[in-house]
Each structure stands twice: as structure tokens, then as C-alpha cells.
């Protein structure tokens, strides 16, 4: 398995108010936006990656957008998988995705991750197995306020999971198209990644308004599935009601 290496830009804008006001903050304030941006970065890409020109999964193809970078994420493997029409969406429906899964994977609880947008996430917190304190006792969603596993697999929201044509699990490129939900669950080490030339920053000043500082980045995954004769590590459960 080869871990394809895509080429990545981050922009950091540093306010005149903050160097002028916060100069022994303007470290860890330079840390915080970088860290943030590239891990947001990592994640939507691993996500949506697709380097098809047609028949991208995120719908209108553009070569310069960072899904195009490298192939085969997340939502484009689950596609080519068995994607689970789901429709009402219920807490069984996560299990159902999970099923899709080669059996070698599908009891290793602790090494599966559901991956969902907010509005699936938000739809999940209304379960009444989730909000039924006589069930869950002190620990029930609706006294914590956050769900963190359900059926004992961990769950994480990722702000770059689109909204979805129906049943297909692709993104249509007419945008009022796009009003089905989908989460994905993946058998966690499955995921192969590594970094290429370190981080390099250069600096520009914009007259009047502060510094923007440009960082350049070489990242890239590979998601081991059938391919790899590894079975099926990826599932896709869309055309999710919301």
C-alpha cells in the first residue's frame, strides 16, 4: 500500500491589534490558529477525499480544493462499498452500518470510530435509548449533554461531512439537491498516514491591517480495504432523514 503525499496551504491572519496589544501571547496565539487549520485541514480530507474530474463524490470537481489532493477518503471508500440506505434514522441504525463491516472487525468494538456530521449527532441525542435516565442512570445523555459512544463504539462529529444527495452517498452539484444526511463508521487502524517535507511559514505584511502568515504542508493517507485484502473496513450509512 502506497501512502500518496498531496501538498497543502494554510493561511494565518495575525490582526494589528494583536501584535501591537498582545505580543507575549503572539506565540501560543500563532500556535493555536495553526494547529487548528491543519488539523482541520487533515480531518476534511481524509473525510472527502476524491481525485476523480467526474463523478467526484463531492460534486463539482475543482482541482485546487483540498479533496482533490488524494484519493480514496473515508466517504468515497464507503461508497464503494455497501452503503446502507438508512432513512428514519435510529440508534440500531449505527449497528446496521457496522454489519456492512468484514466480521474480523465488526466485534472489535473499541477499534471502531463513528464519524458524523452535527445534524446526525444532534439527531442521535434524542434516541430514547440515549435519554432514558431510568436506563443509563446519572450518567444519561440528557443530564451529561454529550454522547460520546453509542452501542460502546466512540463517536466524533467532523464540521466537513456534507449534506448528501439521496442514497447514493455523493454530493449532487446542484446545491438544493444536497438534503439527506450520512455518517460513516471505520475500523480505526485502518487509516495510514504519514507527513512529508516539515512545516515551513512565510510571512507578509498587509499594510494597515497586520500579518498573514503562509504555511506549507506535504500530507497523506491511505485507507487499507479490500484493496489491501484486508475485507471491507469502511462503512456508509446515508440518505439519512433530517
Excluded: C, H
Aim: charged residues 20%; proline residues 2%.
Amino acid at each position: 500500500m502506497v501512502i500518496v503525499q498531496g501538498q497543502f496551504i494554510l493561511d494565518i491572519a495575525i490582526s494589528k491589534r494583536e501584535l501591537n496589544y498582545a505580543p507575549a501571547q503572539l506565540e501560543s496565539i500563532i500556535r493555536e490558529r495553526m494547529n487548528r487549520s491543519a488539523a482541520r485541514t487533515i480531518d476534511a480530507v481524509i473525510i472527502n477525499g476524491d481525485t476523480a474530474s467526474t463523478g467526484n463524490v463531492n460534486g463539482t470537481y475543482n482541482a485546487k480544493a483540498y479533496f482533490a489532493q488524494i484519493d480514496n477518503g473515508i466517504r468515497k471508500v464507503g461508497i464503494g462499498n455497501t452503503v446502507v440506505n438508512v432513512g428514519a434514522m435510529t440508534a440500531k441504525s449505527y449497528l446496521d452500518v457496522v454489519a456492512k463491516l468484514d466480521e474480523g472487525y465488526q466485534s472489535d468494538l473499541e477499534n471502531l470510530l463513528i464519524i458524523e456530521p452535527n445534524n446526525i449527532y444532534l439527531k442521535s441525542l434524542a434516541f430514547d435509548e440515549v435519554i432514558t435516565v431510568d436506563k443509563f442512570g446519572s450518567q444519561a445523555t440528557i443530564n451529561s449533554g454529550v454522547l460520546a459512544k453509542v452501542w460502546n463504539i466512540d463517536k466524533i462529529t467532523a464540521r466537513d461531512f456534507p449534506a448528501l444527495t439521496a442514497s447514493t452517498g455523493a454530493v449532487s452539484a446542484t446545491g438544493s439537491e444536497n438534503t439527506k444526511g450520512s455518517f460513516a463508521v471505520i475500523y480505526k487502524p485502518a487509516i495510514q498516514y504519514g507527513f512529508g517535507q516539515p512545516l515551513e511559514i512565510d510571512a507578509f505584511k498587509v499594510p494597515g491591517k497586520g500579518v498573514q502568515l503562509v504555511a506549507t504542508m506535504e500530507f497523506g493517507f491511505a485507507i487499507a480495504d479490500e484493496v489491501a485484502g484486508l475485507g471491507k473496513t469502511v462503512g456508509l450509512g446515508a440518505n439519512v432523514t433530517l
